[in-house]
């Protein structure tokens, strides 16, 4: 996600009151809303009555940290919302693709949702390894792409106007296989990272052929 799109999600998020609702709100910004209302009740209480604020001085303070802390989580959980609203509507024609772990050269996913995004590729694994059957989970190599490179112009063709949604294009290679995915990486308003697969080399083909064509 491009830079200026992570701020305007941010500052659309804080621009609305976190004690009012809006139409996206969910059930857990719900809960942070009731929580900040008792609190507010509950400072106000504390701040005219220093006897009562000395007698449950511990409370107090909790009450203090959850009043600078929430209106954070609601503006961010808020902020959360809106990218997935705006995932549905530019990212349709991919797959996200659930990772379990992860670090700069190796993401996780677990054995269910391989299965789920690439049938012939989770049929394929256990014949060149005996620990599909052991691992809740099969390992990818990842190696980022740069743009400057020239990709596959099949890949090119079939997923072209949704490239430069991406923050960056990694390729990700099955440990013990030989064809790799091209994935679309972003980065969420809170800095959480997504993952997209754009191209399976293995397939030639991307996961929404009608979308993309």
């Given at each position: 996600m491009s830079g200026r799109l992570t701020e305007q999600l941010l500052e659309?998020?804080?621009r609305s009151s976190v004690s009012d609702e809006v139409e996206s709100d969910d059930d857990l910004v719900r809960v942070w809303q009731d929580e900040l209302r008792d609190a507010k009740e509950k400072i106000e209480a504390y701040r005219s009555d220093d006897h009562l604020a000395r007698t449950f001085r511990a409370d107090a303070r909790h009450t203090?940290?959850?009043l600078a802390q929430l209106p954070g989580r609601i503006a961010a959980r808020r902020s959360e919302i809106a990218y997935d609203q705006w995932a549905s509507v530019n990212l349709d024609g991919f797959l996200e693709i659930p990772v379990a772990s992860r670090d700069k050269h190796f993401v996780s996913i677990p054995k269910g949702d391989l299965e789920r995004l690439a049938p012939e590729l989770s049929k394929?694994?256990?014949k060149k390894s005996a620990l599909w059957a052991d691992w809740s989970v099969w390992n990818f190599q990842r190696h980022r792409l740069h743009r400057a490179k020239a990709l596959p112009a099949e890949a090119v063709r079939r997923a072209r106007g949704s490239?430069?949604?991406?923050e960056r294009l990694e390729v990700w290679q099955a440990v013990g296989t030989?064809?790799?995915w091209l994935v679309g990486v972003m980065t969420t308003p809170t800095g959480r990272e997504r993952f997209y697969l754009l191209f399976d080399w293995g397939l030639e083909t991307t996961l929404d052929?009608?979308?993309l064509r």
């Amino acid at each position: 996600m491009s830079g200026r799109l992570t701020e305007q999600l941010l500052e659309d998020a804080a621009r609305s009151s976190v004690s009012d609702e809006v139409e996206s709100d969910d059930d857990l910004v719900r809960v942070w809303q009731d929580e900040l209302r008792d609190a507010k009740e509950k400072i106000e209480a504390y701040r005219s009555d220093d006897h009562l604020a000395r007698t449950f001085r511990a409370d107090a303070r909790h009450t203090e940290a959850v009043l600078a802390q929430l209106p954070g989580r609601i503006a961010a959980r808020r902020s959360e919302i809106a990218y997935d609203q705006w995932a549905s509507v530019n990212l349709d024609g991919f797959l996200e693709i659930p990772v379990a772990s992860r670090d700069k050269h190796f993401v996780s996913i677990p054995k269910g949702d391989l299965e789920r995004l690439a049938p012939e590729l989770s049929k394929a694994i256990p014949k060149k390894s005996a620990l599909w059957a052991d691992w809740s989970v099969w390992n990818f190599q990842r190696h980022r792409l740069h743009r400057a490179k020239a990709l596959p112009a099949e890949a090119v063709r079939r997923a072209r106007g949704s490239l430069q949604h991406f923050e960056r294009l990694e390729v990700w290679q099955a440990v013990g296989t030989a064809d790799p995915w091209l994935v679309g990486v972003m980065t969420t308003p809170t800095g959480r990272e997504r993952f997209y697969l754009l191209f399976d080399w293995g397939l030639e083909t991307t996961l929404d052929r009608e979308l993309l064509r």
